[in-house]
């Protein structure tokens, strides 16, 4: 009875823990904002879900954060964040790309934490994963994509010392995979250490 209990409250937490006057609101879109201005199909955003996470953020203060992300992906990524907020694994921000007007660039430039964003693989024509809301990037800035000759955004680096930073021993690493997703980090071309997808 009791763990059926405590399973309830786990469940409800989420919810629970957003009241908390002390976390700090990076963002509070609805689901029609934070698609507004959308450049794509619209039988996509019947997909897509937007969702609120809750991360300790660089300045070690818990922020609420919000992720659109494909609606058969959003119970991974509530678990994902669930569990990076315990082991207080730093995360700079989380807010839909809509603030930053569908620039990537710019997100990433941010060190903005996303999902969801209708566009091109970078320097492509090929449709992205984050096109259909299958693919999350972590605090990108930290984790850029590593190619032979360069790194991109190229005024990243990537120092696997640093706090926030994504390796092939991360916790985040395991955990993902452990739901079915892949990693950037362990592609061959290039290493982009911010990248999770589950394209099924
Ligand atoms: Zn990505």
């Not at 700079?92 to 569908?102: G, Q, T």
Request: glycine share 4%; aromatic share 12%.
């Amino acid at each position: 009875m009791l763990s059926i209990l405590f399973l309830l409250i786990m469940i409800n937490s989420n919810n629970y823990n957003i009241q908390n006057k002390d976390v700090i609101v990076d963002c509070n879109y609805t689901f029609k904002e934070a698609i507004e201005n959308l450049n794509s199909p619209n039988e996509l955003s019947s997909d897509l879900k937007l969702i609120t996470v809750l991360y300790y953020s660089f300045d070690d203060k818990l922020h609420k954060g919000q992720i659109v992300i494909h609606k058969d992906l959003a119970k991974d990524a509530i678990n994902i964040f669930e569990i990076i907020k315990e082991k207080k694994f730093k995360i700079a921000k989380v807010i839909p790309i809509v603030f930053y007007n569908w620039s990537d660039d710019k997100s990433m430039l941010d060190n903005n934490t996303s999902a969801f964003n209708y566009r091109f693989i970078a320097g492509t024509k090929k449709l992205s994963n984050h096109a259909t809301g299958r693919a999350i990037d972590i605090n990108p800035l930290l984790n850029p994509q590593v190619f032979k000759d360069r790194v991109y955004p190229s005024t990243a680096k990537y120092d696997p010392k640093k706090e926030g930073t994504i390796t092939v021993n991360s916790f985040i690493v395991k955990e993902f995979k452990k739901m079915g997703w892949d990693w950037g980090g362990d592609w061959k071309s290039s290493k982009d250490y911010q990248h999770f997808e589950k394209l099924k």
